[in-house]
């Protein structure tokens, strides 16, 4: 069995000063932007829009530091339920033991044999379910932290100012919220989110609309 990997910790800085702070933070935040300039340079046109091959390449880094943050843990079968091995009794006797993590429940299947291994393996993907999600919200904010950065140095590069946008009217604010919310609970189903049901967040929709549109 392999030995298991110890977790590295995640960044950790003891600041001798709030001086010695900034300067730290000025080092992070300079190196952020030269990320994102790559990004600039290197993608076909980062930050509006990435292709799927960008956003896989990007998963693979992002899931690589993942991955050294948390590393795979031991799981074992009994009685048809997957365990941790360590809350076990020495005593015990598993079926079989593998080693799981985010990275591994997010690698090892598509969206479409994750959704299948919910009637196949409940069991399993009911252990898995919450890494893969944990590992993909990683990437996913990674990348946004990414675009936000990049869409800073466009702005700084073009001499634009950030202004903040008028304030909506509070009915407009309601319109755009459910159309955000149905596209994001479209895009959720599409990914294998059990909880994304489309039929519901629209019959919601309309008890809701049944009373503000009066």
Same mark, same amino acid.
């Given at each position: 069995?392999? =030995?298991?990997?110890?977790?590295?910790?995640?960044? =950790?800085?003891?600041?001798?000063?709030?001086?010695?702070?900034?300067?730290?933070?000025?080092?992070?935040?300079?190196? #952020?932007?030269?990320?994102?300039?790559?990004?600039?340079?290197?993608?076909?046109?980062?930050?509006?829009?990435?292709?799927? @091959?960008?956003?896989?390449?990007?998963?693979?880094? *992002?899931?690589?530091?993942?991955?050294? +943050?948390?590393? %795979?843990?031991?799981?074992?079968?009994?009685?048809?339920?997957?365990?941790? #091995?360590? $809350?076990?009794?020495?005593?015990?006797?598993?079926?079989? %033991?593998? @080693?799981?993590?985010?990275?591994?429940?997010?690698?090892?299947? &598509?969206?479409?044999?994750?959704?299948?291994?919910?009637?196949?393996?409940?069991?399993?993907?009911?252990?898995?379910?919450? +890494?893969?999600?944990?590992?993909?919200? *990683?990437?996913?904010?990674?990348?946004?932290? #990414?675009?936000?950065?990049?869409?800073?140095?466009?702005?700084?590069?073009?001499?634009?100012?950030? =202004?903040?946008?008028? =304030?909506?009217?509070? $009915?407009? %604010? %309601?319109?755009? $919220?459910?159309?955000? #919310?149905?596209?994001?609970?479209?895009?959720?189903?599409?990914?294998?989110? @059990? &909880?994304?049901?489309?039929?519901?967040?629209?019959?919601?929709?309309?008890?809701?609309?049944?009373?503000?549109?009066?």
């Amino acid at each position: 069995m392999a =030995t298991k990997k110890p977790a590295m910790p995640a960044v =950790t800085v003891m600041f001798k000063s709030i001086r010695d702070m900034a300067y730290n933070h000025a080092m992070v935040d300079d190196s #952020l932007k030269a990320h994102a300039q790559f990004a600039i340079d290197n993608f076909n046109n980062f930050p509006e829009e990435i292709s799927k @091959e960008e956003r896989s390449e990007c998963y693979e880094g *992002y899931i690589a530091r993942y991955n050294e +943050l948390h590393p %795979v843990e031991q799981y074992a079968c009994i009685d048809g339920n997957w365990l941790p #091995l360590k $809350s076990l009794s020495k005593d015990a006797k598993p079926l079989e %033991v593998v @080693e799981w993590n985010g990275a591994y429940a997010l690698s090892a299947f &598509s969206q479409q044999a994750f959704g299948n291994l919910k009637n196949e393996d409940l069991a399993k993907y009911n252990v898995l379910k919450p +890494l893969r999600n944990a590992a993909s919200k *990683y990437a996913s904010d990674k990348v946004k932290s #990414l675009e936000r950065k990049a869409r800073e140095i466009i702005r700084e590069q073009s001499g634009q100012p950030k =202004t903040r946008e008028a =304030t909506k009217a509070f $009915s407009e %604010v %309601v319109k755009a $919220s459910h159309e955000d #919310l149905r596209t994001r609970c479209k895009n959720a189903k599409s990914r294998g989110d @059990e &909880s994304a049901d489309e039929d519901k967040y629209r019959s919601a929709v309309e008890a809701f609309n049944a009373v503000w549109l009066k």
